[in-house]
């Protein structure tokens, strides 16, 4: 690894077929754990993340409730995710420059009011869309920040050894709390309204604040900050295009979640237009969809390394059982599906996390990850509206279609050049007892010189 930004352009090409890093094993699957300040992180997450659940799925169905689109709830997703798009490079160098664990106090704070804001006019019945829209572009704001801070602030809390660890267990986090949260979101519409799932989604923000309260700070593995300067986000994104195993990664996941992670979309679409279910339906596939990525978290634990391998083909496995949910027949073969979904596409985002992070020097951790952000999480403002008018005008089954199988797509272009810039040629052997499908090493006159 280059030991600054100004060695990039000297990185090896990467091999899909070899680990990015490896890194020793510190304990088994949840190892992180045993740091005490990563375990009132990880508390105080799955009390907010919960809440952020049962408070996503709130408002999928409140804004459906109120305009009968599916371009609406795409219209909400793309504002959310819109600030990320426009302003994530700027949250990055916020991230590197100042006090990590202070800026998620505010963040984190910032979170909680706007959960209370939704209640209050949910609660008094003055509830309009236009409400969730701009409630939703000022969330979009405050993660703009948060989110590059709250990734990069995991290698500060269980350093460089347990980092892949901690970052496949805040997945399993998540996950868990969004099996959760869907069904007692689905609940809450039913017996009691929106307005009090929103209401708990806002309180459930006390716990990570306490959490990060209660950490001792001189046991963090502080990281050198970048000093105040100009030219801050040219120097990030120069490294990034300089590191093959940094941007072909980042560019894979643009595409997966710009069209393959519109779920809200399409889950909504499925269950209203498709099956004639309600609110208790679309929070059950939701928990089926968490199942499967908390499944894949786990697994995800166990693992020392991270392969482009692996991400490549998960990435093509994931677009292609969207493809197949999308031609489901029945109900139960649909709702079925969404475990395996969420499995795969839960490894493709922990692999190219951890690779990313890994890979990244860490007074470049917060840019890099704040461009790693942007791209899969800023794309769903140019992605939800266009699957979402898709799905209007076409129907659910083709919106969920084409949005897996443009994933699928990009990971096949992508591995392809991966495979090329790390002098790596694709080898199909149809014998019985051997690898049908494998890279091998290109001949000595056909190896490519890596990309700078």
């Keep these: 690894m280059s030991t600054g930004p100004g060695a990039s ?121 236009w409400h969730v829209y701009l409630i939703a572009t000022l969330l979009g704001l405050v993660t703009v920040v948060d989110n590059p801070a709250r990734q990069a602030f995991v290698s500060e809390m269980v350093g460089p050894k347990d980092l892949p660890n901690a970052v496949s267990l805040n997945s399993a986090n998540f996950q868990s709390a969004r099996l959760i949260g869907p069904a007692v979101a689905g609940v809450l519409i039913t017996a009691v309204g929106s307005g009090w799932a929103f209401l708990l989604n806002g ?17 963090l593995h502080r990281a050198e900050r970048a000093p105040r300067g100009k030219g801050q986000l040219r120097e990030g994104l120069r490294y990034v295009a300089g590191r093959p195993e940094l941007l072909w990664p980042i560019v894979l996941m643009a595409f997966v979640g710009t069209f393959g992670y519109n779920f809200p979309i399409w889950l909504t679409a499925f269950t209203d237009d498709v099956f004639r279910q309600g609110a208790g339906t679309y929070g059950m596939l ?54 395996p979904i969420g499995m795969i596409g839960l490894t493709v985002n922990v692999t190219a996390n951890s690779s990313v992070q890994l890979a990244t020097d860490p007074v470049m951790r917060g840019r890099v990850m704040s461009l790693y952000m942007m791209v899969f999480m800023g794309g769903t403002p140019i992605g939800a509206p266009i699957v979402g008018w898709v799905t209007d005008v076409y129907g659910a089954r083709v919106g969920l279609a084409a949005g897996g199988l443009v994933a699928a797509a990009a990971a096949i272009v992508v591995g392809l050049i991966l495979a090329r810039v790390g002098g790596l040629r694709l080898e199909v052997d149809l014998r019985r007892g051997r690898k049908h499908v494998r890279f091998v090493p290109r001949a000595p006159r056909e190896v490519l010189a890596p990309a700078v």
């Design 286 to 339: 939701n928990s089926l969809l968490a199942a499967g990525s908390l499944l894949g978290a786990l697994l995800a634990a166990r693992r020392g390394t991270s392969r482009l391998r692996l991400l490549v083909a998960g990435a093509v496995g994931f677009g292609l059982l969207e493809a197949a949910a999308a031609v489901s027949p029945s109900f139960w073969l649909f709702a079925t599906l969404m475990v």
């Design 9 to 129: 352009a000297s990185a090896p090409a990467p091999n899909p077929d070899e680990p990015i890093l490896k890194t020793r094993r510190t304990g088994g699957t949840f190892s992180s754990l045993k740091v005490r300040n990563y375990r009132l992180f990880a508390a105080g997450a799955v009390v907010s993340n919960t809440g952020t659940w049962m408070s996503r799925i709130t408002q999928d169905w409140l804004v459906l409730s109120l305009t009968g689109s599916a371009a609406a709830v795409g219209i909400t997703t793309a504002l959310q995710f819109l600030p990320m798009l426009l302003l994530g490079l700027y949250g990055g160098v916020i991230a590197d420059r100042f006090d990590r664990r202070r800026l998620l106090m505010m963040t984190q704070g910032a979170l909680g009011l706007g959960g209370l804001a939704l209640a209050a006019l949910t609660l008094s019945g003055h509830i309009q869309v």
């Design 203 to 219: 309180i459930s923000f006390l716990a990570p604040l306490a959490g990060l309260m209660l950490m001792r700070p001189a046991e």
